[in-house]
C-alpha cells in the first residue's frame, strides 16, 4: 500500500525565516512526486513534479527536491503570501489510480 | 478557460436523502477523480474514470456511485447520506496518465 507522511504538521516562521518541509513515502513504483499548494476553502494549486531521484525544481522562492524516500520543499525568505497548507503526493502504479496523498504541512509566515 | 467547475459550492442534507454533485471540465481531460478531504486525514480517492463510459472504485467508495456519460462531465451520487460523509468534495481531472491533477474550488456537504 503507498503511504505518504509529511512532517511537521504544522509551522509557524518569521517572514525571512528560511526551512524546509519533508514528505516521506513507500510506494511499488514511482512514477512521479507531485507538491500543491491549497488555501482555505479552496482547492489545491499545482506546483511541482518530481519523477526521478536527483532531480529539482525552483519556482520563486520555493525550491522541490527528490530521493529515493524523501521529498523536500524548501523554502527561502518565506513572506506572509507563502502561508498555506502544502500537500504532498505520489502517482504510483498504472498511473491512472490517481494521487495519494499525504496529510499536510499547515505553514504560517508571520510579519 | 474555467477549468474544473464544481456545483454546488454548499449543501446540507438531512440524513437518508439523496444529491448529485456535479464536476465539469472543458480541458478536454480523460481522467477524471472524486477525492474527499476531512480535517487529519488528508484527500481520500473515492472514484475515478478513465475515460467516456468508465468508472472505477478508490480508496473510500462506499456509499458512493458515480457516472461519466459525458466526456467533460463526472457525476458523483449520494443515495442515502450518512452524518459520516459530512466532508469537503474535490473534483480533479488530468490530461495523461503521469501528469498534474487540476482541481475545482470544492463542494462543502453536511449530513445533519
Known amino acids: 500500500e503507498d503511504q505518504v507522511t509529511q512532517s511537521p504538521e504544522a509551522l509557524r516562521l518569521q517572514e525571512g525565516e528560511s526551512s524546509s518541509l519533508n514528505c516521506s513515502y513507500t510506494?511499488?513504483?514511482?512514477?512521479?512526486l507531485f507538491w500543491y499548494r491549497q488555501d482555505p476553502g479552496k482547492g489545491p494549486e499545482f506546483l511541482f513534479t518530481?519523477?526521478?531521484a536527483g532531480e529539482e525544481k525552483e519556482k520563486e522562492r520555493l525550491k522541490a527536491t527528490l530521493t529515493k524516500k524523501e521529498s523536500f520543499l524548501h523554502i527561502t525568505a518565506p513572506k506572509p503570501e507563502d502561508s498555506a497548507t502544502y500537500l504532498c503526493a505520489v502517482q504510483a502504479g498504472r498511473g491512472a489510480d490517481g494521487l495519494t496523498f499525504g496529510k499536510g504541512t499547515h505553514l504560517i509566515i508571520q510579519p | 478557460n474555467a477549468g474544473v467547475t464544481q456545483t454546488p459550492k454548499f449543501r446540507v442534507l438531512k440524513t437518508g436523502q439523496s444529491m448529485t454533485l456535479l464536476c465539469a471540465q472543458d480541458m478536454n481531460h480523460e481522467y477524471m477523480y472524486w477525492y474527499r478531504q476531512d480535517p487529519g486525514m488528508g484527500l481520500r480517492l473515492i472514484h475515478y474514470?478513465?475515460?467516456?463510459?468508465?468508472?472505477a472504485k478508490g480508496e473510500v467508495p462506499d456509499g458512493y456511485n458515480v457516472s461519466r456519460l459525458k466526456k467533460q462531465n463526472f457525476l458523483l451520487g449520494l443515495e442515502s447520506a450518512a452524518p459520516s460523509q459530512t466532508s469537503v468534495y474535490f473534483c480533479?481531472?488530468?490530461?495523461?496518465?503521469?501528469?498534474?491533477?487540476?482541481f475545482g474550488s470544492g463542494t462543502q456537504l453536511s449530513v445533519l
Open positions: 510506494v511499488s513504483g514511482l512514477r512521479g
Open positions: 474514470s478513465v475515460g467516456e463510459g468508465t468508472t
Open positions: 518530481l519523477y526521478s
Open positions: 480533479a481531472s488530468k490530461r495523461g496518465q503521469n501528469e498534474k491533477l487540476f
